[in-house]
């Protein structure tokens, strides 16, 4: 599944780029190392045999939902993230350090505790998004009809959302005149 | 050293970032940088899935990826349309601003 010289150098680009991302102060230095660990990850797909994850990764995550971020992060002037209270003290962050060091410990103990068989992975298959869509269409069909509603769902919210101190304000401008 | 990776290391770097992101999401006061620390925890998962596609030659992985994409983007658009009209009416994104339920 991969050269191993090629996984840890994305894999610690991939931790780094996460570690930046919790640090940062300014919100858009974490968004562009979010960024980062994304397209890293996309590589990581490709090293996998997803080509086609790998440039939905990139389009989807990297692209259009790092986008809206940045967006909404320069819209609200929120780089600084505007808080008097951002700056945890000191032994906090040693604190939640110390227990997110625990939780990994744990983790990867488990991991290997329990190893898989090694050498066991499968020949290569058709990922193409040829072979992925027919998969989709025909053993996924439910879900992706749901998936089309849960968008327009969140749509039709995000409108509403955006609109609705205009209307508060029309209804107010209505009872005035 | 061997000369191919295997599962678990995958699955060990999707804890690692699974972690990182529950931090940001647990350290952080500014709400959009908990939603980014979210979008993480969402993609380290997504790393394992198609790991495990890989391993196990099973395409239904990366269909599964897919639809996790597909919901975080609808996530998102949500989530940063709350935080802006959180914002309008708090002229504040920290979260610790945040804590009545009255609009």
């Known amino acids: 599944m991969g050269n191993p010289i090629v996984f840890f150098i994305l894999a610690l680009i991939?931790?780094?780029?996460?570690?930046?991302?919790?640090?940062?102060?300014?919100?858009?230095?974490?968004?562009?190392?979010?960024?980062?660990?994304?397209?890293?990850?996309?590589?990581?797909y490709l090293v996998l045999n997803a080509p086609f994850m790998a440039v939905v990764q990139v389009t989807v995550y990297a692209g259009a939902?790092?986008?809206?971020?940045?967006?909404?992060?320069?819209?609200?002037?929120?780089?600084?993230?505007?808080?008097?209270?951002?700056?945890?003290?000191d032994w906090e962050w040693i604190l939640a350090g110390f227990l997110g060091?625990?939780?990994?410990?744990?983790?990867?103990?488990?991991?290997?505790?329990n190893p898989s068989a090694v050498g066991d992975?499968?020949?290569?298959?058709?990922?193409?998004?040829?072979?992925?869509?027919?998969?989709?269409f025909e053993a996924y069909?439910?879900?992706?009809?749901?998936?089309?509603?849960?968008?327009?769902?969140?749509?039709?919210?995000?409108?509403v959302l955006g609109r609705r101190k205009k209307m508060a304000q029309l209804e107010k401008g209505g009872n005035d005149a | 050293m061997p000369d191919t990776v295997s599962i678990d290391w995958y699955v060990a770097l999707s804890i690692i970032l699974f972690t990182?992101?529950?931090?940001?999401?647990?350290?952080?006061?500014?709400?959009?940088?908990?939603f980014m620390s979210v979008e993480m925890m969402?993609?380290?998962?997504?790393?394992?899935?198609v790991a495990f596609s890989r391993y196990l030659g099973d395409l239904d992985g990366q269909v599964l990826t897919f639809f996790v994409i597909t919901v975080a983007a609808a996530e998102v658009a949500v989530g940063l349309a709350l935080i802006v009209t959180i914002f309008r009416t708090k002229q504040s994104i920290n979260i610790d601003d945040i804590n009545t339920m009255k609009g």
Do not use: K
């Open chain 1, 65 to 89: 939902i790092m986008v809206l971020f940045l967006f909404v992060i320069m819209l609200l002037g929120a780089e600084r993230s505007g808080s008097r209270t951002e700056g945890l003290r």
């Open chain 1, 141 to 159: 069909v439910f879900p992706f009809e749901l998936t089309g509603v849960l968008l327009l769902a969140a749509m039709i919210g995000v409108v």
């Open chain 2, 42 to 49: 969402l993609n380290s998962a997504n790393l394992a899935f």
């Open chain 1, 14 to 44: 991939a931790i780094a780029s996460a570690l930046g991302m919790l640090a940062s102060r300014n919100a858009i230095y974490s968004a562009l190392f979010l960024v980062l660990n994304f397209v890293t990850i996309a590589v990581l």
């Open chain 2, 20 to 34: 990182i992101g529950a931090m940001g999401v647990l350290l952080r006061r500014n709400a959009i940088v908990v």
């Open chain 1, 121 to 136: 992975t499968a020949p290569f298959i058709d990922t193409s998004p040829a072979a992925l869509g027919l998969r989709l």
């Open chain 1, 101 to 113: 060091a625990v939780l990994i410990i744990v983790f990867l103990t488990n991991l290997v505790m």
